[in-house]
C-alpha cells in the first residue's frame, strides 16, 4: 500500500507506522447563472482535510482517519454547477467533520487460503459503491453525479475477499445522509428501529493488468433523505473503467462512468455518463472532462440555493439534465521531495441544462438561460496527498493506485 509522506515509525519498523497527510484549495468561482438568475462570485478554501493512515503487524491491520474542516470554510457551501444533495440545491455541500474512521484486517485467513486474502472493515466512511470519490480525480469541482456514483459518510461494516486480479466487496450501512456537518449516522432510530443495517452494497473490482481498473457495483439505500427512515428504497448501480500510465514524471489517464439510480418503485429514474482524461507533462497538466447527469429537482426555500430537509413526500417538482465540458489546466509551482505542492490552476466549465420528462420544474424560469458556465482561479496546497485515493479500504487499498491533485 502506498500512503505518502509524513511517515511516524515506532522502533520496530515493520510493526507500526502512521502516515499523515493533507491539503486545502483556495477557490475564486464566477458562475454566469445562479437560482434567481443573476451572477455570483465567491471566494472559498474547499477540500480542507488531514489525515492520517495506519498500519500495524506489517499492514494486516489497517487504519484511517480523515478530518474535514469545510464546515468552517464553506459553510454555505461551495458554488457548483449542477451540484445537489443534503439540502444544497447549486451549491455542494461541506461534508461531515469526522469524514473518515475506520479500521480494516487485510488478511484474516493468513495462509490458510492459499493467494486469497479475506479482509473486514468497520467504522465511518466511504460504502463500497461506485468510482473513486471526486477528491481523488485531477479536477477541483466535483461532477453533478456525486451523489450518483458514490455514498459517502456511513456507518458501514464490509467484508472484502480478493482472489488474483479480482476483488468482491459486500456491506450493510446506515441508508441516512447526514444533516449537519458536526451529526454522527445514526445507528438506531428512538423509536427502536434499526438505520445501520437497513442498507446494503455490493462492488466487484477487476485489476487485469497494472494500469487498467474496472468497476461493477450495486446497492440499496434505504429512505437516505429522512434521518428516521420511511417507506422509499433507492436503488444505485454503477460501472466503470480507469486506465493510467506513467513513465517518469508523466501521465496518461482515462475514466469512464455510468450511474443509475431508481427511487419510489422506478417512478423516479436519473441517470449518468462521464468521462475524463488528464495528461501530465512535467509539472504542467491539462484535464477535460465530459458529464451528462440527471438530478431530481426539490421545491426550494427562500434561499433558492437550499431545499427542506427532511423532504416532505412531495417535494420534487422534477428532473433536471445537466451536459457539462469541464477543462482543467495546472502547473506545479513547487514540488518538493517531502511531498509538499503547491499548484496554481484555471477550470472552466460551460453547458446546458434541459427539463427531463414533466413535472412543474422549468430551468428557463429558474435561470432565466439554458446556458450555464463557471470559471474558477485558484491555489491547491497538499502534502502527500498525490498518492491517496480517498475510500479505498483493507483489501482494496492495498491493491495500490494513485490520484492526481
Keep these: 500500500m502506498i500512503l505518502g509522506g509524513g511517515a511516524i515509525a515506532l522502533p520496530a519498523q515493520s510493526a507500526f507506522r502512521v502516515r499523515t497527510m493533507g491539503q486545502a484549495v483556495l477557490v475564486r468561482d464566477q458562475v454566469n447563472v445562479t437560482p434567481d438568475g443573476g451572477s455570483l462570485a ?3 478554501v474547499v477540500q480542507p482535510v488531514l489525515m492520517a493512515l495506519a498500519e500495524l503487524f506489517s499492514g494486516r491491520i489497517q487504519a484511517t482517519a480523515t478530518i474535514n474542516f469545510e464546515s468552517v470554510t464553506m459553510p454555505r457551501g461551495e458554488l457548483a454547477l449542477g451540484g445537489w444533495g443534503e439540502g444544497f440545491v447549486d451549491r455542494r455541500h461541506p461534508h461531515t467533520t469526522v469524514h473518515e474512521l475506520t479500521v480494516a484486517a487485510t488478511d484474516l485467513l493468513g ?12 467504522g465511518k466512511g466511504f460504502v463500497p459503491y461506485g468510482s473513486d470519490d471526486p477528491m481523488s480525480r485531477p479536477f477541483v469541482h ?53 438505520r445501520f443495517g437497513d442498507s446494503w452494497s455490493t462492488r466487484m473490482t477487476v485489476q487485469p493488468t497494472v494500469t487498467l481498473e474496472l468497476q461493477g457495483s450495486y446497492a440499496k439505500v434505504h ?32 475514466f469512464g462512468e455510468w450511474a443509475r439510480t431508481s427511487e419510489f418503485e422506478g417512478n423516479l429514474v436519473f441517470s449518468s455518463y462521464l468521462g475524463e482524461a488528464m495528461v501530465r507533462r512535467g509539472p504542467w497538466r491539462a484535464s477535460y472532462r465530459f458529464e451528462r447527469t440527471e438530478r431530481p429537482e426539490e421545491i426550494r426555500l427562500d434561499d433558492p440555493f437550499h431545499s427542506q430537509r427532511p423532504a416532505p413526500d412531495n417535494s420534487i417538482v422534477g428532473i433536471s439534465r445537466w451536459t457539462l465540458h469541464t477543462v482543467h489546466f495546472s502547473a506545479d509551482a513547487l514540488n518538493s521531495g517531502t511531498g509538499m505542492h503547491l499548484t496554481p490552476f484555471v477550470e472552466v466549465t460551460a453547458g446546458r441544462v434541459t427539463k427531463v420528462g414533466g413535472g412543474i420544474f422549468d430551468p428557463g424560469n429558474l435561470y432565466r438561460a439554458d446556458g450555464v458556465g463557471q470559471l474558477s482561479l485558484g491555489l491547491s496546497l497538499d502534502y502527500a496527498m498525490r498518492d491517496h485515493r480517498m475510500g479505498r479500504y483493507g483489501v482494496l487499498a492495498s491493491s495500490g493506485g494513485r490520484h492526481h491533485h
Design 223 to 254: 429512505e437516505p433523505e429522512r434521518r428516521a427512515g420511511g417507506v422509499n428504497d433507492v436503488y444505485r448501480a454503477s460501472v466503470s473503467a480507469r486506465w493510467e500510465h506513467r513513465t517518469g514524471r508523466d501521465t496518461r489517464y482515462l
Design 111 to 122: 495462509r490458510r487460503d492459499g493467494a486469497g486474502r479475506l479482509g473486514l472493515v468497520v
Design 142 to 194: 466535483y461532477p453533478v453525479n456525486h451523489h450518483l456514483s458514490q455514498i459517502v459518510e456511513r456507518a458501514v461494516a464490509m467484508v472484502q475477499y480478493a482472489w488474483g486480479p479480482v476483488i468482491m466487496e459486500a456491506a450493510l450501512f446506515n441508508g441516512d445522509e447526514p444533516e449537519r456537518p458536526a451529526q454522527w449516522p445514526l445507528i438506531r432510530t428512538p423509536q427502536g428501529q434499526w
Design 42 to 44: 465567491e471566494v472559498r
